[in-house]
């Protein structure tokens, strides 16, 4: 069985948000992140309270509620422009090159115009299905993309039976 297929921007950026928001570092940086700006917004809230402004410290302590509850929005506005920036700098040899894998009895072949290379079945870790994009994941922590657009499902599922690994389903990740 042989696909091909090309990755584009948006696949790189489905995964960055994937790979950002299952990071255990990267949840707790926004947490901290959300506490303080919490506080600062209470702490000058308090502020126009204490020098008897009481329109001022409404605004802040309102401010202060919003920050609460859609810090996690504006934090996902963010990191997703960061890493737009990051893939249109870094990642413009990657985008757009045809490859093709065929998946053989000793394991699966990669094909691009730079050279060829054989995928052992023993060294996928682990699969995940994303909203538009499959995720192979290596036991060296190297994740190969599949795009759905040009990936046919059967595809998939047969290179998970070869590789004796479940397809994990994330479709509908929240962010956080």
């Given at each position: ?23 255990d570092e ?121 795009p759905k ?28």
């Open positions: 069985m042989e696909v091909s297929y090309s990755l584009s921007a948006d696949d790189f950026l489905d995964f960055q948000m994937y790979s950002s928001g299952k990071s990267g949840r707790r940086r926004r947490n901290v992140h959300r506490w303080i700006m919490v506080a600062i917004a209470a702490g000058f809230g308090l502020l126009q309270l204490k020098s008897g402004s009481l329109p001022g410290a409404i605004t802040f302590f309102c401010f202060t509620v919003l920050c609460f509850f859609f810090h996690s929005k504006y934090s996902a506005w963010r990191y997703r422009r960061h890493y737009r920036r990051s893939i249109a700098e870094n990642y413009q040899g990657r985008i757009g090159i045809e490859s093709t894998m065929r998946l053989q009895e000793d394991g699966a072949v990669s094909i691009t115009d730079e050279g060829e290379g054989l995928l052992k079945y023993a060294a996928v870790k682990e699969m995940v299905e994303l909203d538009a994009t499959y995720l192979l994941i290596l036991g060296s922590d190297v994740t190969l993309l599949f657009r040009q990936v046919s499902d059967e595809f998939v599922r047969e290179l998970a039976q070869r590789a004796e690994v479940e397809i994990r389903d994330e479709c509908g990740m929240k962010w956080a």
